[in-house]
């Protein structure tokens, strides 16, 4: 309530209505609507007094006022017209409704006994039930909603659900159980801050209806509901699929040329109509609307609401329906059929036609590769938010294909998987699949088997045969399934008709076109799937400094702040690993392995591995005890697992990570290896971001190079013991704000690509390309370290030290003459050895010489001098440049 507004005599009303025998109760001033004590249950069964009134409205505290209706205010019902109904004029159609069934006087009797409008702009009145107990509160008429109408929330549950129907109640009822908010109810009592106004008469006024006019003037209520329940089995012939050729069976012929008045003949006249609706009242003239027609927007169906006619109440009949429960005492099977038969011998209905075998035409030409099957150009609406784990795509009706013909049934099964009538199923290198999700919510991709197509199939279409159909004396329509040696035909093939899936993103990532996908499902341009991990936050149009500032403070402010990394390269390269899964589909090719390795346990390592999957999800695999379990480990979670990052957690203290199959797989595009209990290989794109975690993990082999490091060191005994982190606890903040986080990191990258996408360049062998951009994101983004430790990393590779540390031994012992083995051994203290610690061969040394030729450690490098004359090969040590 503002300042020019008196505070209303809330007293001096609760006075009022208590004289007219009313239970009032306070309502709080916070827009709730709610009640001002403590529990109002007890005021439903015994009368509020005049000394609660002068406690709860007294000193003229802001407040409001409502009544309780029921046997406690006298049996009193409040009847509502919403705001919405008043404008759509459901008050005046209702009113003309009143009139002609003979219940105009008591209608413009509650019209003019205490009438109320509302804030929103509907209409309260008011009516005393005689003879009868006011039933609860009632919904008496709705309708769908149109979209200018639509709240926030309403509009994000059809993007979850297209198919839902979003319902405005238009009529209602506040009776036993209920109360209702009366005047001068006002301010900050409802959320628009505006009053309730009295329009009419008052408490002193309130008419009272005997309980036959009260039911009927419910009824008449109903009658404008615009969501009449579709026909029921027990009312409606048995659907049946269309005829061929456009032919008509007698009951559909005999609903669309029958008339309402000979099929009422007797029982119902019409008393008027109203737009396409017309109201019926009983054929001798008793006052009272008993059934309508016309009212349903795609079927004319009679809709009856008396219970004392054949008809079952509030049930939809057709026609066909009317017609054969009265003329022939039922509505089941039997008598849909014998009214049928009586209608062919009046004339309606077609002839049945002789369907032929095969209904699947030929194909006009080669197979679609199927890219129609999803919309050609989605653009993402502005307004549109995204929610965790997108739902199947909505098709509006599942195709029909007869499959009486096998070869008709394969050639028409291939012609649905090129059309746009199949949901999420696409192809990949050994066959069709599908996306689905697991009990945790992560997206995992199903290759499809003989049973597994046959259920999709059941599931998607709608497959028959034709055979003799003795009801039409024509052919008829039989659900069957696809067989198994059909579904089996099809997997056989070398190719399908579908849209290829490279791949499955959790979160929103740049196209190599630069573009950003953001939609959930499946993206055409790249054939990448989107199931997003956690809800997606609506991105603005424009990417701002501001905007990419926070982003920044979210990442490394917040979320990053308390990490004890060593460097800051450290930091730097878990950023770059946080933003790789973004930019992967815009950078080609292979990422190299992250090590996320620190001094002691407690130190946060699995945190910041555990931070991926609650950003974009990961999928964890033990790490095995050799490199053919590996392989096995490697090519599982390839072949299913949709999580974008993939880890292997806690390595055995101070490991030595010397794998040829990790270090194949980081350095492959495309993963090749035999499924296992299969004969089959498969090819399988290596989109994922592996890894690694340890407590002071070393490297190996050629592993080194492949190593992205991140290392820890919290320089305290008890590092498990920190406190005072500047989020609390990272796991329930990451709970809350995973979307935030998904949200500044592709802020970051956003920004980055508006400001031109600048990389800076960076040699890292394969990885160069990627490394280049990641340096050209965390430049923009102002972060420094960005592998400024690579030269001092190589520390953690064991093999590399150790010969760096031979090979420098050697230049000083003998730093220009080639030597044997042989003569090499003699550096006891400094030649690698075996793994048992003895010292190699002459012959060992040899081969492990020759593996490193030409190979730098540091800057030295093995050079092979072959001795022709005593056929042997001698070894020197080589300084870079020539340098000494």
């Given at each position: 309530m503002n300042d020019a507004q008196p505070t209303p005599d809330l007293r001096a009303s609760a006075r009022e209505m208590h004289d007219a025998g009313l239970c009032v109760l306070p309502i709080k001033a916070n827009g709730s609507k709610a009640a001002d004590v403590r529990s109002w249950k007890p005021y439903k069964i015994q009368r509020s007094t005049p000394a609660e009134h002068d406690e709860w409205f007294g000193g003229g505290r802001p407040a409001g006022i409502a009544v309780v209706y029921g046997a406690v205010s006298g049996n009193v019902e409040m009847l509502e017209f919403e705001g919405h109904a008043i404008r759509d004029g459901l008050l005046d159609e209702v009113t003309e409704?009143?009139?002609?069934?003979?219940?105009?006087?008591?209608?413009?009797?509650?019209?003019?006994?205490?009438?109320?409008?509302?804030?929103?702009?509907?209409?309260?009145?008011?009516?005393?039930?005689?003879?009868?107990?006011?039933?609860?509160?009632?919904?008496?008429?709705?309708?769908?909603?149109?979209?200018?109408?639509?709240?926030?929330?309403?509009?994000?549950?059809?993007r979850e659900k297209p198919n839902a129907r979003i319902i405005r109640v238009q009529i209602e009822t506040r009776g036993e159980g209920g109360y209702g908010l009366v005047e001068p109810s006002s301010g900050t009592v409802h959320a628009s801050g505006k009053p309730y106004l009295r329009i009419a008469g008052g408490p002193a006024s309130i008419p009272t209806i005997d309980a036959e006019a009260f039911q009927a003037i419910h009824d008449i209520c109903r009658m404008v509901d615009s969501l009449p329940k579709p026909e029921s089995p027990k009312t409606a012939p048995r659907d049946l699929p269309p005829l061929p050729g456009g032919g008509l069976r007698p009951?559909?012929?005999?609903?669309?040329?029958?008339?309402?008045?000979?099929?009422?003949?007797?029982?119902?006249?019409?008393?008027?109509?109203?737009?396409?609706?017309?109201?019926?009242?009983?054929?001798?003239?008793?006052?009272?609307?008993?059934?309508?027609?016309?009212?349903?927007?795609?079927?004319?169906r009679l809709w009856v609401f008396t219970t004392?006619?054949?008809?079952?109440?509030?049930?939809?009949?057709?026609?066909?329906?009317?017609?054969?429960?009265?003329?022939?005492?039922?509505?089941?099977?039997?008598?849909?059929?014998?009214?049928?038969?009586?209608?062919?011998?009046?004339?309606?209905?077609?002839?049945?036609?002789?369907?032929?075998?095969?209904l699947v035409p030929q194909q006009p030409g080669p197979l679609s590769d199927g890219s129609s099957a999803l919309d050609t150009d989605h653009t993402p609406d502005p307004?549109?938010?995204?929610?965790?784990?997108?739902?199947?795509?909505?098709?509006?009706?599942?195709?029909?294909?007869?499959?009486?013909?096998?070869?008709?049934?394969?050639?028409?099964?291939?012609?649905?998987?090129?059309?746009?009538?199949?949901?999420?199923?696409?192809?990949?290198s050994s066959g069709p699949c599908w996306v689905y999700q697991d009990d945790q919510g992560n997206p995992l991709v199903k290759q499809l088997g003989t049973d597994n197509l046959r259920a999709y199939l059941a599931e998607h279409v709608t497959t028959y045969q034709v055979v003799k159909d003795p009801f039409t004396e024509g052919t008829k329509e039989v659900r069957e399934l696809v067989m198994p040696k059909t579904c089996s035909t099809i997997l056989g093939r070398r190719d399908w008709p579908l849209l290829p899936l490279r791949g499955i993103v959790t979160?929103?990532?740049?196209?190599?076109?630069?573009?950003?996908?953001?939609?959930?499902?499946?993206?055409?341009?790249?054939?990448?799937?989107?199931?997003?991990?956690?809800?997606?936050?609506?991105?603005?149009?424009?990417?701002?400094?501001?905007?990419?500032?926070?982003?920044?403070?979210?990442?490394?402010?917040?979320?990053?702040?308390?990490?004890?990394?060593?460097?800051?390269?450290?930091?730097?390269?878990?950023?770059?690993?946080?933003?790789?899964?973004?930019?992967?589909?815009?950078?080609?090719?292979?990422?190299?392995?992250?090590?996320?390795?620190?001094?002691?346990?407690?130190?946060?390592?699995?945190?910041?591995?555990?931070?991926?999957?609650?950003?974009?999800?990961?999928?964890?695999?033990?790490?095995?005890?050799?490199?053919?379990?590996?392989?096995?480990?490697?090519?599982?979670?390839?072949?299913?697992?949709?999580?974008?990052?993939?880890?292997?957690?806690?390595?055995?203290?101070?490991?030595?990570?010397?794998?040829?199959?990790?270090?194949?797989?980081?350095?492959?595009?495309?993963?090749?290896?035999?499924?296992?209990?299969?004969?089959?290989?498969?090819?399988?794109?290596?989109?994922?971001?592996?890894?690694?975690?340890?407590?002071?993990?070393?490297?190996?082999?050629?592993?080194?190079?492949?190593?992205?490091?991140?290392?820890?060191?919290?320089?305290?005994?008890?590092?498990?013991?920190?406190?005072?982190?500047?989020v609390g606890d990272l796991r329930a903040w990451l709970t809350d704000n995973a979307s935030t986080v998904v949200a500044a990191l592709v802020t970051m990258v956003r920004g980055w690509l508006a400001a031109g996408a600048?990389?800076?360049?960076?040699?890292?062998?394969?990885?160069?390309?990627?490394?280049?951009?990641?340096?050209?994101?965390?430049?923009?983004?102002?972060?420094?370290?960005?592998?400024?430790?690579?030269?001092?990393?190589?520390?953690?590779?064991?093999?590399?030290?150790?010969?760096?540390?031979?090979?420098?031994?050697?230049?000083?012992?003998?730093?220009?003459?080639?030597?044997?083995?042989?003569?090499?051994?003699?550096?006891?203290?400094?030649?690698?050895r075996l793994h048992n610690g003895e010292l190699p061969s002459p012959k060992q040394l040899g081969h492990w010489l020759k593996a490193r030729e030409g190979r730098y450690f540091e800057d030295l490098k093995i050079v092979r001098v072959p001795d022709a004359h005593k056929k042997q090969n001698l070894w020197r040590v080589a300084r870079y440049g020539g340098r000494r």
């Open positions: 409704i009143m009139e002609a069934s003979g219940f105009g006087e008591e209608w413009h009797a509650i019209l003019n006994g205490w009438a109320t409008e509302s804030p929103s702009g509907g209409r309260h009145y008011r009516v005393r039930v005689e003879g009868a107990d006011v039933p609860g509160n009632t919904k008496l008429a709705s309708r769908l909603a149109r979209e200018d109408e639509y709240t926030d929330e309403e509009r994000q549950k059809l009951g559909e012929d005999f609903d669309l040329r029958a008339d309402w008045r000979d099929i009422l003949q007797g029982l119902f006249q019409p008393l008027f109509t109203r737009g396409s609706t017309t109201y019926w009242g009983w054929a001798d003239g008793t006052r009272g609307v008993k059934a309508t027609t016309g009212h349903a927007s795609d079927k004319d004392s006619s054949d008809f079952l109440p509030d049930t939809p009949y057709s026609k066909f329906a009317a017609y054969t429960l009265l003329n022939h005492g039922g509505v089941d099977r039997q008598h849909f059929k014998q009214a049928a038969a009586e209608l062919r011998s009046q004339g309606y209905g077609t002839e049945p036609p002789r369907r032929r075998l095969n307004d549109e938010g995204f929610e965790d784990g997108p739902g199947l795509r909505v098709v509006s009706t599942k195709p029909e294909l007869d499959i009486t013909n096998e070869a008709d049934a394969i050639d028409g099964l291939l012609e649905i998987m090129g059309s746009e009538q199949l949901p999420d199923l696409y192809k990949r979160a929103p990532v740049v196209r190599p076109d630069g573009t950003l996908v953001q939609a959930p499902g499946y993206d055409k341009p790249t054939g990448l799937y989107m199931h997003p991990r956690v809800p997606l936050r609506r991105l603005a149009p424009q990417v701002s400094d501001e905007s990419v500032q926070r982003a920044k403070d979210i990442v490394l402010g917040q979320m990053l702040a308390d990490f004890p990394f060593v460097d800051d390269s450290d930091r730097a390269q878990y950023l770059g690993a946080l933003l790789s899964p973004i930019i992967r589909p815009y950078i080609p090719g292979p990422t190299p392995i992250v090590i996320i390795t620190s001094t002691s346990q407690g130190s946060g390592k699995t945190l910041l591995k555990d931070a991926f999957g609650y950003v974009y999800g990961l999928a964890e695999t033990p790490w095995p005890e050799n490199d053919a379990e590996l392989r096995k480990a490697i090519t599982a979670k390839l072949w299913d697992c949709g999580d974008p990052v993939i880890a292997m957690d806690n390595l055995p203290n101070g490991h030595i990570i010397k794998s040829p199959i990790l270090s194949s797989l980081v350095t492959s595009a495309n993963w090749s290896d035999r499924l296992l209990g299969s004969t089959s290989s498969v090819s399988i794109p290596n989109d994922r971001l592996w890894v690694l975690t340890g407590n002071n993990l070393r490297t190996g082999g050629d592993n080194a190079r492949r190593t992205l490091w991140v290392r820890l060191d919290p320089d305290c005994p008890d590092p498990d013991r920190r406190d005072d982190f500047t600048e990389t800076v360049n960076t040699r890292m062998g394969d990885y160069s390309r990627w490394a280049s951009t990641i340096a050209g994101i965390l430049q923009y983004l102002d972060v420094p370290g960005w592998l400024t430790t690579r030269d001092t990393s190589t520390g953690l590779d064991d093999e590399a030290e150790e010969w760096a540390a031979f090979l420098a031994a050697w230049h000083e012992a003998i730093p220009e003459d080639a030597v044997t083995t042989k003569q090499l051994l003699g550096l006891k203290e400094d030649v690698p």
